[in-house]
Protein backbone atom coordinates (compact mmCIF):
# COMPACT_ATOMS: atom_id res chain seq x y z
CA UNK A 1 0.00 0.00 0.00
CA UNK A 2 1.06 3.72 -0.83
CA UNK A 3 0.53 4.44 3.22
CA UNK A 4 2.69 2.42 4.26
CA UNK A 5 5.44 3.89 4.00
CA UNK A 6 6.55 6.94 6.07
CA UNK A 7 7.59 9.15 2.80
CA UNK A 8 4.71 7.92 0.34
CA UNK A 9 2.73 9.10 3.23
CA UNK A 10 4.72 12.65 3.17
CA UNK A 11 4.09 12.66 -0.37
CA UNK A 12 0.25 12.10 -0.29
CA UNK A 13 0.38 15.13 1.84
CA UNK A 14 2.01 17.60 -0.23
CA UNK A 15 0.03 16.53 -3.13
CA UNK A 16 -3.39 17.27 -0.54
CA UNK A 17 -1.51 20.79 0.08
CA UNK A 18 -0.85 21.26 -3.39
CA UNK A 19 -4.81 20.39 -4.27
CA UNK A 20 -6.27 22.45 -1.54
CA UNK A 21 -4.24 25.49 -1.21
CA UNK A 22 -5.60 27.09 -4.70
CA UNK A 23 -9.26 25.79 -4.16
CA UNK A 24 -8.93 28.24 -0.96
CA UNK A 25 -8.09 31.86 -2.77
CA UNK A 26 -10.83 33.64 -4.85
CA UNK A 27 -9.98 34.47 -8.23
CA UNK A 28 -9.33 38.14 -10.36
CA UNK A 29 -9.22 38.53 -13.66
CA UNK A 30 -9.54 41.30 -15.97
CA UNK A 31 -11.22 40.30 -19.14
CA UNK A 32 -10.15 41.17 -22.71
CA UNK A 33 -7.56 42.54 -20.69
CA UNK A 34 -5.68 39.94 -20.29
CA UNK A 35 -3.53 39.41 -22.81
CA UNK A 36 -4.33 42.75 -23.88
CA UNK A 37 -6.73 44.88 -25.98
CA UNK A 38 -5.72 47.51 -28.65
CA UNK A 39 -7.68 50.61 -28.95
CA UNK A 40 -7.25 52.66 -32.27
CA UNK A 41 -8.84 56.06 -32.28
CA UNK A 42 -9.86 57.48 -35.42
CA UNK A 43 -7.54 60.23 -36.97
CA UNK A 44 -8.01 63.54 -35.28
CA UNK A 45 -7.74 66.65 -37.42
CA UNK A 46 -9.88 69.68 -36.26
CA UNK A 47 -11.71 68.49 -33.71
CA UNK A 48 -12.54 68.69 -30.18
CA UNK A 49 -11.96 66.54 -27.13
CA UNK A 50 -11.36 62.32 -27.13
CA UNK A 51 -13.40 60.99 -25.25
CA UNK A 52 -13.35 56.88 -25.86
CA UNK A 53 -14.06 53.93 -23.36
CA UNK A 54 -13.18 50.15 -22.92
CA UNK A 55 -15.64 47.87 -21.42
CA UNK A 56 -14.72 44.45 -19.57
CA UNK A 57 -15.44 42.11 -16.76
CA UNK A 58 -13.43 42.20 -13.83
CA UNK A 59 -14.38 39.07 -11.97
CA UNK A 60 -13.26 39.21 -8.62
CA UNK A 61 -14.76 36.75 -6.08
CA UNK A 62 -14.50 35.40 -2.59
CA UNK A 63 -13.07 31.43 -3.36
CA UNK A 64 -13.82 29.25 -6.46
CA UNK A 65 -16.32 28.07 -8.27
CA UNK A 66 -19.30 30.04 -10.06
CA UNK A 67 -21.60 30.58 -7.21
CA UNK A 68 -18.26 32.31 -4.98
CA UNK A 69 -19.50 35.18 -2.96
CA UNK A 70 -18.95 38.33 -5.42
CA UNK A 71 -15.86 40.24 -4.14
CA UNK A 72 -14.68 43.88 -4.49
CA UNK A 73 -12.11 45.05 -6.04
CA UNK A 74 -9.83 48.32 -7.09
CA UNK A 75 -8.07 48.89 -10.26
CA UNK A 76 -5.31 51.27 -11.71
CA UNK A 77 -3.42 51.92 -14.82
CA UNK A 78 -0.48 53.43 -15.49
CA UNK A 79 2.24 53.95 -18.59
CA UNK A 80 4.07 51.10 -19.47
CA UNK A 81 7.15 53.16 -19.67
CA UNK A 82 7.56 55.13 -16.16
CA UNK A 83 5.03 53.98 -13.77
CA UNK A 84 4.77 57.22 -11.96
CA UNK A 85 4.48 59.36 -14.76
CA UNK A 86 1.37 61.10 -16.12
CA UNK A 87 -0.84 59.16 -18.32
CA UNK A 88 0.31 60.04 -22.12
CA UNK A 89 0.98 58.50 -25.76
CA UNK A 90 4.16 59.21 -27.08
CA UNK A 91 5.20 60.26 -30.50
CA UNK A 92 6.18 57.20 -32.94
CA UNK A 93 9.29 58.87 -33.96
CA UNK A 94 10.08 61.94 -31.44
CA UNK A 95 9.64 60.70 -27.90
CA UNK A 96 9.95 64.79 -26.50
CA UNK A 97 6.34 64.79 -27.74
CA UNK A 98 3.86 63.54 -25.51
CA UNK A 99 0.29 63.95 -25.58
CA UNK A 100 -1.16 63.99 -22.01
CA UNK A 101 -4.22 62.05 -21.60
CA UNK A 102 -6.61 60.93 -18.61
CA UNK A 103 -8.24 58.22 -17.66
CA UNK A 104 -11.72 57.34 -15.51
CA UNK A 105 -12.87 54.46 -14.13
CA UNK A 106 -16.65 53.45 -13.86
CA UNK A 107 -18.47 51.20 -11.96
CA UNK A 108 -21.08 49.44 -14.28
CA UNK A 109 -23.21 47.78 -11.93
CA UNK A 110 -26.30 49.74 -10.93
CA UNK A 111 -25.18 49.34 -7.27
CA UNK A 112 -21.71 50.19 -7.95
CA UNK A 113 -19.07 52.78 -7.26
CA UNK A 114 -19.68 55.30 -9.81
CA UNK A 115 -17.13 57.43 -11.82
CA UNK A 116 -13.24 57.56 -10.04
CA UNK A 117 -10.58 59.67 -12.11
CA UNK A 118 -7.42 57.35 -11.98
CA UNK A 119 -4.02 58.59 -10.48
CA UNK A 120 -1.20 56.65 -12.55
CA UNK A 121 0.10 53.77 -10.43
CA UNK A 122 -2.66 54.15 -7.54
CA UNK A 123 -5.20 51.67 -7.12
CA UNK A 124 -8.71 53.55 -7.23
CA UNK A 125 -10.09 54.68 -3.33
CA UNK A 126 -13.47 52.72 -4.19
CA UNK A 127 -14.17 49.26 -4.15
CA UNK A 128 -15.72 49.09 -7.22
CA UNK A 129 -18.54 46.22 -7.02
CA UNK A 130 -16.69 42.20 -8.68
CA UNK A 131 -18.48 40.14 -10.16
CA UNK A 132 -18.28 36.07 -10.89
CA UNK A 133 -19.45 33.15 -12.78
CA UNK A 134 -17.65 35.11 -15.99
CA UNK A 135 -19.42 38.28 -15.41
CA UNK A 136 -23.39 36.89 -16.09
CA UNK A 137 -24.62 40.66 -15.56
CA UNK A 138 -22.84 41.33 -18.78
CA UNK A 139 -20.04 43.87 -18.40
CA UNK A 140 -18.94 45.60 -14.48
CA UNK A 141 -16.23 48.19 -15.69
CA UNK A 142 -15.23 50.96 -17.86
CA UNK A 143 -12.21 52.54 -18.72
CA UNK A 144 -12.56 56.00 -20.23
CA UNK A 145 -10.09 57.97 -22.54
CA UNK A 146 -10.28 61.84 -22.46
CA UNK A 147 -7.28 63.74 -24.37
CA UNK A 148 -8.48 67.20 -24.31
CA UNK A 149 -8.31 69.18 -27.83
CA UNK A 150 -6.21 71.82 -25.95
CA UNK A 151 -3.93 69.29 -25.60
CA UNK A 152 -4.36 67.74 -29.31
CA UNK A 153 -3.24 71.24 -30.66
CA UNK A 154 -0.45 71.88 -28.60
CA UNK A 155 1.47 68.58 -30.35
CA UNK A 156 2.88 67.89 -33.38
CA UNK A 157 1.23 65.94 -36.42
CA UNK A 158 2.32 62.02 -36.52
CA UNK A 159 1.54 58.93 -34.69
CA UNK A 160 1.02 58.39 -31.49
CA UNK A 161 1.30 54.98 -28.79
CA UNK A 162 0.99 53.99 -25.31
CA UNK A 163 0.72 50.51 -23.75
CA UNK A 164 -1.19 51.57 -20.52
CA UNK A 165 -1.04 48.61 -17.61
CA UNK A 166 -3.86 47.80 -15.75
CA UNK A 167 -3.87 46.29 -13.02
CA UNK A 168 -6.94 44.96 -10.53
CA UNK A 169 -6.81 43.71 -6.86
CA UNK A 170 -9.41 41.95 -5.32
CA UNK A 171 -10.90 38.39 -4.87
CA UNK A 172 -9.93 36.54 -1.44
CA UNK A 173 -9.22 39.09 1.32
CA UNK A 174 -8.80 42.12 -1.48
CA UNK A 175 -4.88 40.38 -2.01
CA UNK A 176 -5.30 38.86 -5.14
CA UNK A 177 -3.98 41.46 -8.70
CA UNK A 178 -4.39 39.97 -11.79
CA UNK A 179 -2.73 42.44 -15.11
CA UNK A 180 -4.21 43.32 -18.52
CA UNK A 181 -3.17 45.59 -20.91
CA UNK A 182 -4.01 48.08 -23.16
CA UNK A 183 -2.33 50.21 -26.22
CA UNK A 184 -4.06 53.22 -27.66
CA UNK A 185 -3.17 54.56 -30.95
CA UNK A 186 -3.60 57.92 -32.36
CA UNK A 187 -2.89 59.67 -35.57
CA UNK A 188 -2.57 63.21 -35.39
CA UNK A 189 -2.72 65.10 -38.51
CA UNK A 190 -0.50 67.73 -39.18
CA UNK A 191 -2.45 70.97 -39.28
CA UNK A 192 -2.03 75.20 -40.10
CA UNK A 193 -4.56 78.14 -39.74
CA UNK A 194 -4.65 81.99 -40.00
CA UNK A 195 -7.21 83.66 -38.42
CA UNK A 196 -7.72 87.13 -36.61
CA UNK A 197 -8.03 88.67 -40.02
CA UNK A 198 -9.31 92.15 -40.04
CA UNK A 199 -10.70 94.97 -42.53
CA UNK A 200 -8.54 97.65 -42.83
CA UNK A 201 -10.26 101.25 -43.50
CA UNK A 202 -8.10 103.82 -44.38
CA UNK A 203 -8.39 107.54 -42.99
CA UNK A 204 -9.19 110.31 -44.66
CA UNK A 205 -6.33 110.86 -47.27
CA UNK A 206 -4.53 114.51 -45.63
CA UNK A 207 -1.25 114.41 -48.15
CA UNK A 208 0.67 111.51 -46.38
CA UNK A 209 1.00 108.12 -46.92
CA UNK A 210 -1.93 106.35 -45.88
CA UNK A 211 -0.66 103.05 -43.65
CA UNK A 212 -2.84 100.73 -41.53
CA UNK A 213 -2.56 97.19 -40.21
CA UNK A 214 -2.97 94.82 -38.00
CA UNK A 215 -1.35 91.47 -36.01
CA UNK A 216 -3.14 88.61 -36.89
CA UNK A 217 -2.27 84.34 -35.42
CA UNK A 218 -0.80 81.91 -37.36
CA UNK A 219 -0.87 78.63 -35.96
CA UNK A 220 0.38 75.03 -36.93
CA UNK A 221 1.02 72.18 -34.99
CA UNK A 222 4.54 70.63 -34.34
CA UNK A 223 7.88 72.19 -34.96
CA UNK A 224 8.58 74.33 -38.43
CA UNK A 225 8.34 77.23 -40.35
CA UNK A 226 5.69 78.27 -42.75
CA UNK A 227 5.20 79.98 -45.74
CA UNK A 228 3.34 83.49 -46.85
CA UNK A 229 1.62 83.88 -50.45
CA UNK A 230 -0.83 86.75 -50.82
CA UNK A 231 -2.47 88.33 -53.33
CA UNK A 232 -4.72 91.22 -54.31
CA UNK A 233 -8.22 91.89 -56.23
CA UNK A 234 -6.47 93.54 -58.91
CA UNK A 235 -6.14 91.85 -62.11
CA UNK A 236 -3.88 88.76 -61.44
CA UNK A 237 -4.00 89.19 -58.30
CA UNK A 238 -2.26 92.43 -57.92
CA UNK A 239 -2.02 94.39 -54.91
CA UNK A 240 -4.83 97.53 -55.91
CA UNK A 241 -8.07 98.38 -54.64
CA UNK A 242 -10.71 100.30 -57.03
CA UNK A 243 -13.10 102.77 -57.20
CA UNK A 244 -15.03 100.97 -59.96
CA UNK A 245 -12.80 102.68 -62.56
CA UNK A 246 -9.57 103.61 -61.36
CA UNK A 247 -7.19 101.84 -59.39
CA UNK A 248 -4.72 102.78 -56.58
CA UNK A 249 -1.92 100.34 -56.01
CA UNK A 250 -0.81 99.19 -52.91
CA UNK A 251 2.46 97.89 -50.79
CA UNK A 252 2.27 94.98 -47.93
CA UNK A 253 4.51 94.04 -45.68
CA UNK A 254 4.57 90.84 -43.11
CA UNK A 255 6.24 90.52 -39.87
CA UNK A 256 6.91 87.12 -38.36
CA UNK A 257 7.97 88.98 -35.07
CA UNK A 258 11.12 88.14 -36.64
CA UNK A 259 11.63 90.02 -39.83
CA UNK A 260 9.21 92.23 -41.54
CA UNK A 261 9.11 91.16 -45.54
CA UNK A 262 8.00 92.75 -48.55
CA UNK A 263 5.21 90.75 -50.09
CA UNK A 264 5.00 90.13 -53.61
CA UNK A 265 1.64 89.42 -55.01
CA UNK A 266 1.36 85.26 -55.63
CA UNK A 267 4.95 84.63 -54.72
CA UNK A 268 5.33 82.34 -51.64
CA UNK A 269 7.88 84.65 -48.18
CA UNK A 270 9.23 81.10 -47.33
CA UNK A 271 10.62 80.43 -43.90
CA UNK A 272 8.70 82.35 -42.41
CA UNK A 273 8.82 82.01 -38.38
CA UNK A 274 7.07 81.79 -34.76
CA UNK A 275 4.07 79.99 -35.90
CA UNK A 276 2.13 79.34 -33.03
CA UNK A 277 1.93 76.44 -31.18
CA UNK A 278 -0.18 76.00 -28.62
CA UNK A 279 -3.72 76.62 -30.31
CA UNK A 280 -5.51 78.03 -33.07
CA UNK A 281 -6.01 81.04 -31.90
CA UNK A 282 -2.64 82.56 -30.04
CA UNK A 283 -4.18 82.51 -26.89
CA UNK A 284 -7.53 84.19 -28.05
CA UNK A 285 -5.03 86.59 -30.39
CA UNK A 286 -3.61 87.53 -26.91
CA UNK A 287 -0.30 86.55 -28.66
CA UNK A 288 -0.29 86.82 -31.90
CA UNK A 289 2.47 86.10 -33.83
CA UNK A 290 2.54 88.27 -37.08
CA UNK A 291 1.48 91.53 -38.44
CA UNK A 292 0.45 92.45 -41.89
CA UNK A 293 0.94 96.19 -43.00
CA UNK A 294 -0.71 97.42 -45.93
CA UNK A 295 0.49 101.55 -47.42
CA UNK A 296 -1.08 103.45 -50.34
CA UNK A 297 2.11 105.84 -51.42
CA UNK A 298 0.88 109.83 -51.29
CA UNK A 299 2.42 110.17 -54.77
CA UNK A 300 -0.39 107.78 -55.70
CA UNK A 301 -3.47 109.41 -53.61
CA UNK A 302 -1.96 112.38 -54.95
CA UNK A 303 -2.70 111.85 -58.82
CA UNK A 304 -5.83 109.60 -58.49
CA UNK A 305 -9.42 110.65 -58.48
CA UNK A 306 -11.78 110.75 -55.41
CA UNK A 307 -14.25 107.93 -54.48
CA UNK A 308 -13.87 105.15 -52.64
CA UNK A 309 -11.48 102.51 -53.71
CA UNK A 310 -11.83 98.93 -52.14
CA UNK A 311 -10.09 95.78 -52.85
CA UNK A 312 -9.85 92.06 -51.09
CA UNK A 313 -6.04 90.78 -49.88
CA UNK A 314 -6.17 87.14 -49.69
CA UNK A 315 -3.50 85.58 -47.35
CA UNK A 316 -2.55 81.63 -47.61
CA UNK A 317 0.04 80.33 -44.97
CA UNK A 318 1.35 76.76 -45.29
CA UNK A 319 3.91 74.40 -43.24
CA UNK A 320 6.71 73.50 -44.38
CA UNK B 1 -1.25 144.35 -51.59
CA UNK B 2 -1.73 141.88 -49.54
CA UNK B 3 -2.81 138.17 -50.38
CA UNK B 4 -4.43 135.73 -48.45
CA UNK B 5 -3.37 132.36 -48.99
CA UNK B 6 -6.56 129.47 -48.68
CA UNK B 7 -6.71 125.91 -49.29
CA UNK B 8 -9.90 124.21 -48.65
CA UNK B 9 -10.91 120.63 -48.59
CA UNK B 10 -13.89 119.74 -49.96
CA UNK B 11 -16.40 117.09 -48.62
CA UNK B 12 -15.71 113.93 -49.19
CA UNK B 13 -17.37 112.54 -51.90
CA UNK B 14 -18.70 109.15 -50.73
CA UNK B 15 -19.79 107.56 -53.72
CA UNK B 16 -20.97 104.70 -51.79
CA UNK B 17 -22.40 103.16 -55.49
CA UNK B 18 -18.74 102.67 -56.09
CA UNK B 19 -18.34 100.33 -53.25
CA UNK B 20 -18.39 97.02 -54.71
CA UNK B 21 -17.56 94.90 -51.29
CA UNK B 22 -20.05 96.83 -48.69
CA UNK B 23 -21.14 93.57 -47.35
CA UNK B 24 -17.41 91.82 -47.07
CA UNK B 25 -16.07 91.50 -43.28
CA UNK B 26 -12.79 89.50 -43.31
CA UNK B 27 -12.88 85.98 -42.86
CA UNK B 28 -10.44 83.76 -41.16
CA UNK B 29 -8.44 80.47 -42.45
CA UNK B 30 -9.60 77.15 -41.96
CA UNK B 31 -7.70 74.76 -39.50
CA UNK B 32 -6.19 72.39 -42.42
CA UNK B 33 -3.58 69.93 -43.00
CA UNK B 34 -2.42 71.65 -46.43
CA UNK B 35 -2.81 75.41 -46.01
CA UNK B 36 -5.11 78.16 -44.32
CA UNK B 37 -6.50 80.99 -46.46
CA UNK B 38 -7.82 83.87 -44.94
CA UNK B 39 -9.17 87.40 -46.46
CA UNK B 40 -10.06 90.95 -45.66
CA UNK B 41 -11.42 93.77 -47.31
CA UNK B 42 -9.02 97.18 -47.90
CA UNK B 43 -10.85 100.59 -48.15
CA UNK B 44 -9.35 103.93 -48.96
CA UNK B 45 -11.77 107.19 -48.83
CA UNK B 46 -10.19 109.43 -51.38
CA UNK B 47 -12.56 112.91 -51.00
CA UNK B 48 -12.28 116.13 -53.42
CA UNK B 49 -9.31 117.69 -52.79
CA UNK B 50 -7.87 121.25 -53.63
CA UNK B 51 -4.84 123.42 -52.37
CA UNK B 52 -3.76 127.37 -53.20
CA UNK B 53 0.08 127.08 -52.51
CA UNK B 54 3.19 129.59 -53.54
CA UNK B 55 0.75 132.86 -52.80
CA UNK B 56 3.08 136.00 -52.29
CA UNK B 57 2.71 139.49 -50.92
CA UNK B 58 2.24 141.97 -54.14
CA UNK B 59 3.84 145.57 -54.09
CA UNK B 60 2.58 147.80 -57.01
CA UNK B 61 5.48 149.96 -58.88
CA UNK B 62 5.30 153.78 -57.60
CA UNK B 63 3.03 155.94 -59.28
CA UNK B 64 5.22 158.20 -61.62
CA UNK B 65 2.50 160.15 -62.72
CA UNK B 66 1.28 158.84 -65.90
CA UNK B 67 -0.30 155.52 -66.53
CA UNK B 68 -1.77 152.84 -64.33
CA UNK B 69 0.18 150.63 -62.19
CA UNK B 70 -0.44 147.07 -61.90
CA UNK B 71 1.40 143.69 -60.58
CA UNK B 72 0.94 140.33 -61.39
CA UNK B 73 1.29 137.34 -58.97
CA UNK B 74 1.41 133.40 -60.24
CA UNK B 75 0.52 131.16 -57.61
CA UNK B 76 -0.60 127.31 -57.60
CA UNK B 77 -4.03 125.30 -57.85
CA UNK B 78 -4.03 121.98 -57.63
CA UNK B 79 -7.13 119.45 -57.44
CA UNK B 80 -7.38 115.93 -57.51
CA UNK B 81 -8.83 113.76 -59.99
CA UNK B 82 -10.14 115.62 -62.44
CA UNK B 83 -8.62 118.70 -61.90
CA UNK B 84 -11.62 120.92 -61.86
CA UNK B 85 -11.75 124.50 -60.05
CA UNK B 86 -13.37 127.53 -59.90
CA UNK B 87 -12.02 130.22 -57.73
CA UNK B 88 -13.69 133.28 -55.92
CA UNK B 89 -11.79 136.19 -55.03
CA UNK B 90 -12.78 138.60 -52.84
CA UNK B 91 -11.36 142.20 -51.68
CA UNK B 92 -11.76 143.67 -47.75
CA UNK B 93 -12.56 147.55 -48.86
CA UNK B 94 -8.46 148.02 -47.97
CA UNK B 95 -9.83 148.82 -44.36
CA UNK B 96 -11.31 145.18 -43.92
CA UNK B 97 -14.38 146.26 -43.13
CA UNK B 98 -15.67 146.06 -46.30
CA UNK B 99 -15.65 143.24 -49.78
CA UNK B 100 -14.50 145.60 -52.36
CA UNK B 101 -11.21 146.16 -53.97
CA UNK B 102 -9.96 148.76 -52.24
CA UNK B 103 -6.79 149.89 -51.30
CA UNK B 104 -6.58 152.33 -47.65
CA UNK B 105 -4.06 155.09 -46.58
CA UNK B 106 -4.80 154.08 -42.75
CA UNK B 107 -6.86 157.42 -43.21
CA UNK B 108 -9.92 158.57 -45.06
CA UNK B 109 -8.82 157.79 -48.68
CA UNK B 110 -9.21 154.50 -50.78
CA UNK B 111 -8.14 153.94 -54.16
CA UNK B 112 -10.08 150.68 -55.92
CA UNK B 113 -8.67 148.73 -58.32
CA UNK B 114 -9.89 145.88 -60.70
CA UNK B 115 -8.76 142.20 -60.89
CA UNK B 116 -8.51 139.63 -63.93
CA UNK B 117 -7.86 136.08 -63.10
CA UNK B 118 -6.08 134.07 -66.13
CA UNK B 119 -6.63 137.09 -67.94
CA UNK B 120 -9.90 137.24 -67.52
CA UNK B 121 -12.07 140.57 -65.21
CA UNK B 122 -13.63 139.78 -61.96
CA UNK B 123 -15.53 141.47 -59.61
CA UNK B 124 -14.93 140.91 -56.07
CA UNK B 125 -17.11 138.00 -54.90
CA UNK B 126 -16.96 136.86 -57.81
CA UNK B 127 -16.57 133.49 -59.07
CA UNK B 128 -14.27 132.40 -62.51
CA UNK B 129 -15.30 129.77 -64.73
CA UNK B 130 -14.43 126.21 -64.25
CA UNK B 131 -10.48 126.26 -64.51
CA UNK B 132 -7.67 122.93 -64.47
CA UNK B 133 -5.77 122.71 -62.09
CA UNK B 134 -2.55 120.82 -61.49
CA UNK B 135 -3.56 117.10 -60.34
CA UNK B 136 -0.76 115.32 -59.51
CA UNK B 137 1.52 117.76 -57.02
CA UNK B 138 -0.07 119.51 -54.46
CA UNK B 139 2.39 122.48 -54.68
CA UNK B 140 2.98 121.83 -58.38
CA UNK B 141 6.77 120.71 -57.85
CA UNK B 142 7.50 123.72 -55.23
CA UNK B 143 7.43 126.98 -54.43
CA UNK B 144 6.85 129.08 -57.75
CA UNK B 145 7.99 126.15 -59.50
CA UNK B 146 5.30 125.68 -62.40
CA UNK B 147 2.32 127.83 -61.26
CA UNK B 148 -0.73 127.60 -63.48
CA UNK B 149 -2.91 130.44 -62.19
CA UNK B 150 -2.26 133.81 -62.70
CA UNK B 151 -3.98 137.23 -61.14
CA UNK B 152 -3.28 140.52 -62.06
CA UNK B 153 -4.25 143.90 -59.98
CA UNK B 154 -4.28 147.02 -61.70
CA UNK B 155 -5.16 150.50 -60.06
CA UNK B 156 -6.06 153.08 -63.10
CA UNK B 157 -4.43 156.15 -64.15
CA UNK B 158 -7.13 158.44 -63.05
CA UNK B 159 -7.66 156.96 -59.55
CA UNK B 160 -4.37 157.46 -58.92
CA UNK B 161 -3.95 161.02 -59.73
CA UNK B 162 -7.47 161.96 -57.58
CA UNK B 163 -5.89 160.09 -54.32
CA UNK B 164 -3.46 161.68 -51.64
CA UNK B 165 0.08 161.07 -51.69
CA UNK B 166 0.49 157.97 -49.09
CA UNK B 167 0.74 154.20 -48.95
CA UNK B 168 -1.76 152.02 -49.59
CA UNK B 169 -2.77 148.38 -48.76
CA UNK B 170 -5.74 145.70 -48.56
CA UNK B 171 -5.95 142.08 -48.76
CA UNK B 172 -7.33 140.14 -51.53
CA UNK B 173 -8.85 136.60 -50.84
CA UNK B 174 -8.84 133.85 -53.30
CA UNK B 175 -11.27 130.62 -52.43
CA UNK B 176 -11.12 127.82 -54.63
CA UNK B 177 -13.20 125.08 -54.52
CA UNK B 178 -13.39 121.48 -56.41
CA UNK B 179 -15.91 121.22 -58.69
Known amino acids: MLLKSKNNYFILLAVLLFVITPLSHGTVRVGKLDPGKVVNLPDWSNGGDISSFVDFCVLSQDGNGKNAPIAPYQIRAFNNTIATDPY ?22 PAGGGTETLTPNQFTAQNKTGANNRCP ?48 NLTITPLIQISGLQDIFFPPYTGADLVSGYSLCVYRNGVGTYSLTA ?27 AVTSNIISNTALTGRQ ?21 TILATDLGVAASGTYSGIMTLIVAPE | MKFMKSIKVGLFALSLGLITNTAFSANDGLLDPVNSSGDFLITAVLGDLIRISSLDDMVLPAFTGVGSI ?69 DCGGVNVANN ?12 LASPAGTYTGTLTILVAPM
Open chain 1, 88 to 109: YLEHLTDPTQKLFVSWEHTDLL
Open chain 2, 70 to 138: SNSEAFCVYRNGTGLYTATVTGDGGDGLGATFNLWDGTTNFMPYTVTYNGNPILSGGTTATLTGNTTLT
Open chain 1, 231 to 257: SGSGAGGAFTITNGVDLLPYTATWNDT
Open chain 1, 274 to 294: NPFTANPTCNSYSANNATIQI
Open chain 1, 137 to 184: AGINSRLTLHINAADLFSVSGGSYRMRFVVEVQGGTNGTETKTGFLTV
Open chain 2, 149 to 160: ATIVVDVAESVL
